[in-house]
């Protein structure tokens, strides 16, 4: 690809040379994001760009051009930095201006001389965010991910770029994991908010990420990562003009500026008594273990499956290709379902709908479109969680399974809190990004008493729920925070915890160890088949859905119907329930308007789901 290597692993060159065609203070940094964004127009282009989530830190090369696929985890306060400045060569005299975006410290040569109080610098604000792997996220999309990146990159030793594609032993895994090991000894910290004005080398490109001046060993800053079995790269990223539009649990794609540059640690000295130990820990955590992307484009996402084109837009030729294949499909993942829950075709059907639940809107304080599930009986005790686990691990793109224990419930602070001494957020595992699946495994509760932390822990999964929102412990106060988390529940009888529909199960057999009998059948689908089911869940949960007139009058007859034979049959609660399900049902054809037939399946279900159950009565 002829002269990608140009803007890829020198673009604070290329900054610099869109700045030298305006004249002094005239420069804004939207030319720059319109260069870049020409640039990755294309997924060829962005295929590129080497990705912080599939590299070790080590192979990146300092001030490079990286992708990173991230949650906000915490939202820092903003920093000060020389937009433009003003540089003089002291051999000639003369007085150049630079750009001071995407950098943490203003390059100057060694017979230059930054000229501080030149009327031409600019001082702005930018936003840092830490940012951290999106949490849950399974195996088989950070294996796609990877395979997708064109791009994969040597050792530190070596300053380009390898274009080819390679495949990593055990072998250099290990060699990798120890070289970042030795990396995280470092014991300098970053300041934040910070003018830095240092004579370094102009950029190069080629300094490596591994460069330590570190001597000391300190104990490692806590990476803060909301599920305690993630691994992978957290970062600080720098924002410039994008800061009104995020906010904490947003899923990013990042494409930025590495900087990891020692000398931002060396910087630290002057500004020690600014924030207390903790507080350095949190903002300015070594750049070799929490390294600096400053983010030149940034995307929401609002899903992410990487068998899909970001934006699911109706004439999609991908999304085209699903919907005319959408029956089959449908019938092929139906059958998946049905041979995890041992032969339950009603409960199959449940679970489908449950799988492409999701926000869409809320009324008030109500979200819609979710469907929460309490799926119940003895195959709880088979390892039903751990089977449903596998299932959902190996077609959604995020998820969670949740043991219940009664030890885990007294001790976890599921919901994020506030440390006010280190002025940051600590995370919990309910902080989450959108989409991800929750697994509550209520077999795990043993017999004891629930103390406050459990009590606590209790009221925040009953109101992800019943609410979807989670209560964030600022000490003095709390604050809902939104959130779009489809919950299934797996227990003996009937959850203690709220729910939207109960399923007893009527499996036609009943294995020993559920988590073998689902691996062994998943084995058996084809790599082709599989990806089609993923792509298929996550475009119905995406498509729009309306009702037509003649539905809604249908649906109005029906609940009179009912009230009138039995006014305690149907509830104003089970009225939503059936019109979600018929949604939902909707959704499952791939189709975003409901049919009469829809409306009298999902009629059928509940009330066979209902013939199960002795806590309601049938429709």
């Not at 060159?13 to 869109?18: F, G, K, L, M």
Request: charged letters at 20%.
């Amino acid at each position: 690809m002829p002269g990608v290597e140009d803007w890829i692993e020198k673009p604070l060159t290329v900054i610099q040379t869109v700045v030298e065609r305006f004249p002094a203070g005239t420069y804004e940094i939207t030319k720059v994001k319109e260069y870049f964004s020409k640039k990755l127009q294309s997924e060829e282009a962005l295929a590129w760009v080497p990705s912080i989530n599939s590299c070790r830190l080590h192979q990146l090369t300092d001030s490079s051009l990286v992708r990173y696929r991230c949650m906000v985890q915490d939202m820092f306060g903003p920093e000060l930095y020389l937009a433009t400045y003003s540089v003089k060569n002291l051999s000639t005299g003369a007085v150049t201006f630079r750009s001071g975006h995407y950098q943490d410290i203003a390059a100057c040569g060694s017979e230059e001389e930054i000229q501080p109080s030149a009327p031409e610098n600019i001082t702005r604000e930018r936003a840092t965010l830490y940012c951290v792997p999106i949490p849950g996220e399974t195996t088989w999309v950070k294996t796609h991910y990877a395979s997708q990146c064109r791009t994969t990159v040597h050792s530190s030793s070596s300053s380009s770029l390898c274009r080819n594609k390679r495949v990593r032993g055990e072998e250099e895994d290990k060699a990798c994991d120890e070289a970042m090991d030795e990396e995280f000894s470092e014991n300098s910290h970053n300041r934040r908010g910070d003018i830095k004005l240092k004579k370094t080398s102009q950029p190069s490109g080629n300094q490596s990420a591994d460069s330590n001046n570190g001597t000391q060993s300190t104990k490692l800053p806590d990476l803060n990562f909301p599920l305690p079995s993630e691994s992978g790269q957290a970062c600080l990223v720098k924002v410039y003009g994008e800061d009104e539009s995020l906010k904490v649990n947003d899923m990013l794609e990042v494409i930025g500026i590495l900087s990891v540059d020692p000398s931002i640690a060396d910087n630290d000295s002057t500004d020690d008594d600014l924030m207390n130990a903790s507080e350095k820990a949190a903002h300015a955590p070594p750049p070799s273990l929490v390294p600096r992307v400053h983010a030149v484009l940034v995307r929401k996402l609002s899903h992410n499956n990487p068998l899909l084109p970001p934006d699911l837009l109706p004439g999609n030729p991908v999304v085209a290709r699903l919907q005319a294949g959408c029956e089959m499909l449908r019938s092929q993942l139906l059958s998946v379902l049905e041979h995890a829950l041992c032969g339950d075709a009603l409960a199959a059907e449940y679970l489908l709908c449950h799988l492409v639940s999701g926000i869409y809107a809320r009324a008030d304080v109500m979200p819609l479109g979710k469907l929460s599930l309490n799926l119940s009986g003895s195959l709880a005790k088979a390892g039903l969680a751990a089977g449903l686990n596998r299932l959902i691990t190996s077609l959604k793109t995020q998820s969670h399974l949740l043991p219940l224990s009664l030890n885990k419930m007294n001790t976890l602070h599921l919901a994020p809190r506030k440390d006010y001494d280190a002025d940051r957020l600590i995370s919990g595992q309910l902080q989450l990004g959108g989409g991800t699946h929750l697994i509550l495994d209520e077999v795990a509760m043993d017999s004891g008493t629930l103390e406050a932390t459990g009590v606590q822990n209790v009221r925040a999964l009953s109101d992800v729920i019943q609410w979807q929102k989670v209560s964030y412990d600022f000490k003095y106060h709390t604050q809902d925070f939104s959130v779009d988390i489809p919950v299934l529940l797996v227990s003996e009888g009937q959850s203690f915890l709220p729910k939207d529909v109960h399923v007893p199960l009527q499996p036609c057999h009943q294995p020993e160890d559920l988590d073998c009998h689902v691996q062994s059948h998943l084995s058996q689908i084809s790599d082709d088949v599989i990806n089609q089911m993923r792509a298929f869940i996550t475009v119905c949960q995406k498509m729009n859905y309306s009702m037509d007139d003649g539905i809604q009058q249908e649906l109005q007859e029906e609940f009179v119907r009912v009230r009138k034979e039995n006014p305690a049959a149907m509830s104003v609660n089970d009225f939503h329930r059936l019109l979600s399900l018929v949604r939902l049902l909707t959704l499952s054809h791939c189709a975003g308007q409901s049919t009469s037939e829809i409306l009298q399946r999902a009629l059928h279900m509940e009330r066979e789901r209902c013939a199960r159950s002795q806590t309601q009565q049938p429709l």
